[in-house]
């Protein structure tokens, strides 16, 4: 017993020492660089989880499913609260071209080099390859507008530049959600019932969505009219409420082995586009974004396990590819598509912020397919997600100094819609 | 109300129309048991509106949610669901306990502590010596004690009256959390229940260790055990003041992401406690009462915190909480149930009553004081469970009439707790 108290102990020391150092270095890159994320709760996910010190063992982290699901369908839904029809349709033309152009470059050439490095380089064959390949795709392609927001927060005021970024980066999400959607459709890993055909890749990309759709239509109809929120603790309500259909919408895709972020991400657009809640969801969205996002970290944490090459090799080589795809996706899209007040050589500069997304897929990844290098691929996205953050607000606000008009608020109504207050 | 009943009726077709594509998963979390525990949340809240609107506790909606949807009656959400989601029901636990702690103020007990020991000591004595010469009027209905004579027979039903002693502080905090009750009424309630808590385990201790030797068990274990339970209660004091001191620490000099970080707490504790031999529970009910009352920090962001993420903690612990009722098992002794409840509810009514007379109460705590005392619930269950477990022969027959007890005082409880609130005015939030 003496033993046991013993190695407990050391390991609740480890954990709070750890957990102490690792706030005041990262709070240090906070003042220094602006960092935006919260790689100390990867640090104490790592120091709890079965590598360190085993407080929370390989059954404990399983048993945290419900409230990993929980966190990977909410930011998916967050995510497609952000399209919200009447908003989108007010987008300049230019700033969706900008924004898509950005987007499927980004992921093109990311595609294109994952798929070279997989199938020639480490000797996968092309099925196998493809679905690493469009996973990574998939988390070099995500940007996060957090560190835009950072500086934008800074400087006081938005510049011209503003909103086009923060569409680029809701729409590097969308591509990246819908490609690893439909990833985990066409390369469909288990077994039906015996009695029924296996669905064919259209199929299940279709089941896919019609779950999404299903689980916001009946959300929708759940939530009914907005007048029972404004009560006492309507807020808590809605909380439960949005955590049960999140878990709903999510557990059903887990249980067909299907992304659970792009069927909240389904889910979440459609109660934007629907009824008069969607200010109370989206607001309560936002506001328990970040928890959600640093309970995620903390679980991947407690869940990664790096090898060497892992960490010496690939994971290094995926930060040269998506520093390399982002520079020309944005060099794509704001040199030849961009129209000339918005020439922005550099945009890709200003996006390198990964953010929760990332860290959801690559969590997501290593649940559905844990054959197929789920290790790797979670190192990838950490250390890529852990690096990017800490320079890219320092990047961004060199590119909205250099190119934006600082200084000026925009007076583009279209763009951005107003965060419910 | 009907519409959401009919969306759910959906949704559970919808998992049904699933059911063939199923891809069994390995390594996580039976994908089953998630879709069913968001179920299980929307049903709860749900039927948390109808009690509502029907003038009850929500969480007595929450408990009728999970008893519907569990293996009692619809069998929607079976067992082994329940295991799956244990871990849930622990957070959900632990979140409410560091509550609770931060919720008993000093100075409430300062100014009420003789009112508060006088009711936790008549109500003690009275509901044990009324449950002791009830069960052994009833022992030839009771199987547990129809075989016993002489001094077996006294001490097991001493220790059955034990269990059927104790509190519930989940149902306390819930209710005033829902009411936002604060008078006099809900401060001394909360100050019984917490410090209840602590008597009753040492109560239960003896009564166990006594029944567990005159049955013939370890004789020279009956005192080792109460040393080391003694142990046990000393030590969630200590594990309680140093995690006491870690959110101390934290609120001092870093007081960001308190909910990550209260979160990552009790899933610490609860991973040490087992380890270290403390009660979990009992742990950070004394971290969150050092925080409040005595550490040189301002702990109002944590408890607003914890306040805000109540609601959704106790949807999941009363719905969880009602899925493992198993109702079948006491139907046949619902008589007796009914019986043993209602002499319980009498000694809690009399002692309190007279208690809170005799500290010259409040008009409102001498009248329904004893209201917030007839709940019972997760600490109660825990105990019957250990009795089970250790005294396999009449601990089996025990726990089904202790439970049958505790689910109704479970269901009846809240009830006349919100109605005692009522009629001593102190609900504000209707």
Redesign the interface.
């Known amino acids: 017993?003496g033993a046991?108290?013993q190695?407990?102990?050391a390991?609740?020391a480890v954990?709070?020492v750890g957990y102490?150092l690792a706030?005041l270095v990262f709070d240090r890159l906070r003042d220094r660089f602006g960092y935006v994320g919260?790689a100390e709760?990867v640090v104490?996910g790592f120091l709890?989880g079965p590598r360190i010190t085993g407080?929370?063992g390989a059954e404990?982290v399983?048993?945290?499913?419900?409230?990993v699901?929980l966190a990977l369908g909410w930011l998916g839904m967050l995510l497609g609260t952000y399209f919200r029809l009447p908003t989108m349709a007010r987008i300049h033309a230019s700033h969706l071209r900008i924004a898509f152009s950005e987007a499927l470059a980004t992921f093109g050439s990311a595609l294109i080099t994952l798929l070279a490095v997989f199938h020639y380089l480490l000797g996968y064959p092309w099925p196998e390859a493809t679905v690493q390949a469009v996973t990574l795709a998939a988390v070099a392609t995500l940007s996060s507008s957090a560190a835009i927001d950072a500086v934008t927060r800074k400087a006081g005021q938005l510049s011209a530049l503003y909103p086009v970024l923060q569409l680029t980066a809701r729409i590097d999400a969308l591509v990246g959600v819908a490609a690893f959607g439909l990833l985990l459709s066409v390369y469909?890993?288990?077994?039906?019932?015996l009695?029924?055909r296996p669905?064919t890749a259209t199929e299940w990309a279709v089941?896919n969505l019609a779950?999404g759709v299903?689980s916001g239509v009946?959300?929708h109809?759940?939530l009914?009219p907005r007048g029972?929120l404004q009560e006492?603790?309507g807020e808590?309500?809605l909380?439960?409420?949005l955590?049960?259909?999140?878990?709903?919408?999510?557990?059903?895709s887990?249980?067909?082995?299907l992304s659970p972020i792009y069927t909240n991400l389904v889910l979440g657009f459609i109660l934007a586009n629907s009824g008069s809640a969607h200010r109370d969801v989206t607001r309560l969205l936002l506001r328990t974004e970040?928890?959600v996002y640093?309970?995620l970290l903390?679980f991947a944490g407690a869940a990664w396990s790096p090898s060497s090459p892992e960490l010496l090799f690939v994971a290094p080589l995926f930060v040269v590819v998506r520093l390399s795809a982002r520079f020309l996706g944005g060099w794509v899209a704001g040199s030849l598509v961009a129209p000339p007040e918005l020439k922005t050589p550099g945009l890709g500069r200003a996006l390198l912020a990964q953010g929760g997304i990332a860290v959801a897929l690559a969590v997501n990844y290593t649940?559905?397919r844990?054959d197929l290098n789920a290790d790797l691929i979670l190192t990838a996205t950490l250390v890529s997600v852990l690096l990017f953050d800490i320079v890219a607000s320092r990047e961004a606000g060199a590119v909205v100094a250099r190119n934006g008009t600082p200084g000026q608020q925009s007076n583009d109504p279209a763009v951005v819609e107003p965060l419910p207050q | 109300v009907i519409r959401r009943l009919v969306v759910l009726m959906l949704l559970v077709g919808g998992a049904v129309l699933l059911e063939p594509l199923r891809a069994p998963t390995e390594g996580v979390i039976a994908p089953r048991s998630l879709f069913l525990f968001g179920i299980l949340l929307l049903t709860a809240d749900t039927f948390g509106a109808i009690a509502h609107d029907l003038g009850l506790p929500r969480l007595v909606g929450y408990l009728v949610a999970g008893l519907a949807l569990g293996p009692s009656v619809a069998g929607i959400v079976p067992a082994g669901v329940l295991e799956d989601l244990g871990m849930m029901k622990r957070l959900a636990v632990g979140l409410i306990g560091l509550l609770a702690g931060a919720e008993l103020r000093m100075s409430d007990l300062r100014q009420r502590h003789r009112l508060i020991l006088l009711v936790l000591a008549f109500q003690t004595v009275a509901v044990l010596v009324v449950l002791l010469v009830t069960s052994l009027l009833l022992r030839e209905w009771l199987p547990f004690l129809q075989p016993l004579s002489d001094n077996r027979l006294f001490f097991v039903a001493l220790l059955f009256a034990a269990v059927l002693t104790v509190n519930s502080p989940m149902v306390t905090l819930a209710l005033l959390t829902e009411t936002r009750a604060s008078g006099p009424l809900a401060k001394t309630t909360l100050g019984v229940v917490l410090v209840a808590d602590v008597i009753i385990i040492l109560l239960f201790t003896g009564a166990f260790s006594l029944a567990q030797a005159s049955l013939g068990g370890t004789t020279a274990g009956a005192p080792e055990i109460l040393l080391r339970l003694l142990a046990e209660v000393l030590g969630s004091i200590l594990a309680g003041t140093v995690i006491g001191g870690v959110l101390t620490l934290y609120l001092r000099f870093v007081k960001r992401e308190l909910v990550v970080f209260a979160v990552v707490v009790v899933f610490a504790t609860a991973a040490a406690a087992p380890a270290l031999h403390f009660e979990f529970l009992l742990s950070l009910l004394v971290a969150g009462f050092l925080v409040e009352n005595v550490a040189p920090v301002r702990a109002e962001p944590l408890v607003e915190v914890l306040h805000q993420a109540a609601v959704p903690v106790f949807v999941i612990f009363f719905a969880m909480a009602g899925a493992d009722l198993h109702i079948q098992e006491f139907a046949a002794v619902g008589p007796l149930v009914v019986v043993i409840a209602l002499a319980r509810m009498a000694a809690v009514w009399g002692s309190t009553t007279y208690a809170a007379h005799l500290a010259s109460a409040e008009l409102g705590v001498v009248r329904y004081g004893w209201t917030g005392l007839v709940s019972q619930a997760g600490v109660a269950l825990g105990l019957a469970t250990i009795v089970a477990d250790r005294l396999p022969g009449v601990g089996l027959a025990m726990q089904t009439l202790t439970i049958g007890v505790i689910a109704f005082n479970e269901s009846i409880g809240p009830i006349l707790f919100r109605r005692g609130l009522e009629k001593a005015g102190e609900i504000t939030v209707q």
């Open positions: 017993m046991i108290m190695t407990t102990l390991a609740l954990i709070a102490i706030y919260g709760y104490i709890l407080l929370l404990q399983q048993d945290l499913t419900p409230i699901s469909h890993l288990g077994q039906v019932s009695e029924v669905p089941i779950v299903a009946l959300f109809l759940f009914g029972h006492a603790e808590s309500r909380f439960v409420a955590a049960g259909a999140i878990v709903v919408a999510s557990g059903a887990y249980y067909l082995n970040r928890p640093l309970a903390i649940q559905v844990p």
